[in-house]
């Protein structure tokens, strides 16, 4: 496990182990629930939606997967498909609706949450991309583009 991102008020945390995503809680140190599997890969990025409903990861294989946490449900996950490379970042928009994926093929990808669709086109940033991070209202998108940052609106 590479990037993880706070959970459910910060009191629960996603974590990744080769093929699957786990979620601890913070009090006690247990794993919540079962673990969710769907992952042929060693995940790279892991992150929760700030409202505490779902966890996307991606991975060596350039497959990010997402779970419903909310309901504890053991339904597959949903498949997102566009990076042609290793998936090193993801992070969630505030409004839990969108999340971006920072990949080695070069670009961010920002991504309908209901849809699995790519809102954007693939943004280019011109070297591997190892991390992407959204404004605290959620309307820019910052990435590295060596040997600088470049922000989106």
């Given amino acids: 496990m590479r990037n993880t991102k706070n959970f459910n ?6 974590t990744t182990k080769t093929g699957s995503n786990r979620v601890w809680d913070l009090d006690t140190g247990q ?7 769907g992952h042929d ?11 505490g409903k779902w966890i996307v990861g991606g991975a060596n294989n350039e497959k990010i997967l997402l779970w419903k946490v909310a309901t504890r449900s053991n339904k597959a996950p949903v498949s997102f498909k566009g990076h042609t490379d290793v ?6 928009a505030p409004d839990s609706e ?3 994926s920072a990949s080695l093929d ?20 011109d070297s591997e991309a190892h991390s992407v991070s959204y404004s605290p209202k959620g309307n820019k998108l910052a990435a590295p ?8 609106s």
């Fill in 9 to 14: 008020n910060a009191r629960n945390i996603p």
């Fill in 87 to 92: 998936v090193g970042s993801i992070v969630f």
């Fill in 41 to 51: 890969e060693e995940v790279l990025a892991v992150a929760a939606s700030p409202d």
């Fill in 98 to 100: 969108t999340f971006a």
């Fill in 145 to 152: 583009q060596s040997p600088s940052l470049r922000c989106y």
């Fill in 31 to 37: 794993q919540v629930g079962k673990p969710l599997l």
């Fill in 106 to 125: 070069e670009t961010v990808q920002v991504w309908r949450r209901k849809t699995g669709k790519t809102v954007l086109e693939p943004l280019k940033v």
